[in-house]
């Protein structure tokens, strides 16, 4: 049996650590269609949030999209939580509580950077560890 040498696991090119820090800009909640998924958890913590039932809560703020529960959005693509600001912000979804660190936008560093022009948060504010970055990476997270 030949002894080849061990390859080397390819690194991602965050390893390093990013920078992140929310700037409430709203950029990332308005303007264009796309899926807000919702889970029951953050329903339950949503719904309290507003002080309102979560069945009257789910009438008025919730769509089935493809089988996945999403917050609805308006006509032009804005968050129905989003009013000069996240309505929402301390009991935001997971979904919105991990962006920028989606699989989608850490797959490739050029990705990362296109992300980056719509988001004045990115590559600024507190430093996030790779394991910080890494635990964001959850299995519900895996389409974004």
Not at 10 to 38: H, I
Not at 90 to 109: D, G, I, V, Y
Not at 123 to 137: A, K, P, V
Request: aromatic share 12%.
């Amino acid at each position: 049996m030949e002894n080849f040498p061990k390859q080397r696991e390819k690194q991602p090119w965050y390893k390093k650590g990013l920078n992140f820090e929310c700037q409430r800009c709203g950029n990332c909640c308005r303007g264009e269609p796309g899926l807000v998924k919702v889970g029951r958890e953050d329903i339950k913590k949503i719904s309290a949030y507003l002080n309102i039932d979560r069945e009257s809560f789910a009438k008025k703020y919730l769509r089935v999209v493809n089988g996945d529960i999403s917050l609805r959005e308006y006509s032009n693509g804005d968050c129905f939580m989003y009013d000069n600001g996240c309505k929402i912000y301390t009991t935001r979804p997971l979904q919105c509580r991990t962006f920028p660190f989606w699989k989608s936008h850490l797959k490739e560093k050029s990705k990362w950077k296109k992300q980056k022009r719509t988001c004045p948060g990115m590559e600024r504010g507190r430093f996030h560890t790779y394991e910080e970055i890494e635990r964001n990476l959850t299995p519900e997270l895996n389409d974004f």
